[in-house]
């Protein structure tokens, strides 16, 4: 059925020939069109424009005419694309987070025990079903704030047929929700207690039985390595993505969060898709990502809820590079998917420009899940996935009105999956 959505006070991230991604000046530019019209056809965005040219809507005889959204005073965007978050899981973790008010670091809680270890224990206990359920209700949360692709990485199995279990979860998830799910398998995201002193073995284990099981199964099409200070080395890192490469899974790589780690070098010599935390970054790292097809992505609810320090997303920009940033949606160190929040951050705590920040979290965040000919923007012929926000008085009051929800309709694959009240 088509949805013909009129009097849009602002049509946001507009594009008549559209591009994969946006980088250094070009961030700070977002076309925009007012006093708008969108029309959906099927799941596609078929046609859109100001008012004042809106066709008469051609149909066929046996064709019912499009419903009709007034979306008077209020902002239409393309959904939100969260391209990193670890959002199959079992349980919280507060009493972790009790430790950090308390001073510990994020090393010393995993040296204890906790961390991703503690993750891992609790999803080994549950059930796929228990786990499927969870899942559910955080995706109907960022559903409601705005969220339509997001990439969800295993990484809490640490054991083969746990790492299998948590992608099959994914597998059952993008069956029962309309938001669009990428698979990433992260079985190198900690290294499990009983491999203590023997890392290497542990990697083998990744290398010759988890790779090829995943493969197998057809269950991942990205792989992922936390290459960083006390997790796994260039070499092995190195190891596990030459390992994906032969079954096909493209790296996407957890970089640099608690030192210069030469991730983003081992990264970009790899072709992945993107590098992820980035608090680190120097002039070799940039110089790296210069000219390569690798996106940079910075996880602001992480280096907020960790009190880490800020990655130089400015010097980036400056440099010429692109910018997305994702949630890190994950029990330990970001429990939140909260885009919106997101980009209350990026402008905040990192002076991006409310236009940076919102290419960060939709074209960019696309592309660093290999969805840029069908998310991230509205364009003729790209799913039609949007947002229809609360009466608003311009785009810049989503990063600003940081405590609220701006989110009234959602669109999801040409369907209304989500209508609040407009009273």
Known sequence: ????????KELIQVEEMPVQRVSGLEMARLNTINDAWLLTDGDRIRDFGEMSDLPVMPTAPDDPPPTIIDASGRMVFPSFCDSHTHLVYAGSREIEYIDKIRGLSYEEIAKRGGGILNSARRLHEASEDELVEQALGRLTEITGYGTGAVE???????????ELKMLRVIRKLQKRTPLTLVPTFLGAHAVPAEYKGRQGEFVDLVVNEMVPRVSEEKLAGYIDVFCDRGFFTIDETERILEAG???????????????LSGGVQVGVAHNALSVD???FIGEDEIKALLGSDTMPTVLPGAAFFLGM???????MMDAGLPIAMASDFNPGSSPSGNMQFIVSLACIR?????????????????????????FGSVARGKKANLFITKPMPSYAFLPYAYGSNKVETVILNGEVVGLRDNG
């Open 152 to 162: 969800i990485k295993s990484g809490y199995g640490l054991t083969v047929e746990d």
């Open 277 to 279: 935390h980035l608090e």
């Open 350 to 374: 990192y002076r991006m420009l409310p236009e940076e920040a919102i290419n960060a979290v939709t074209i960019n965040g696309a592309y660093a899940m290999g969805l840029s000919s069908d």
């Open 1 to 8: 059925m088509a949805i013909l959505i009129k009097n849009i």
């Open 309 to 315: 320090v800020l990655s130089p997303v400015r010097a």
């Open 245 to 259: 490469a032969k079954y096909g899974l493209r790296p996407k790589i957890h970089a640099n969060e608690l030192d």
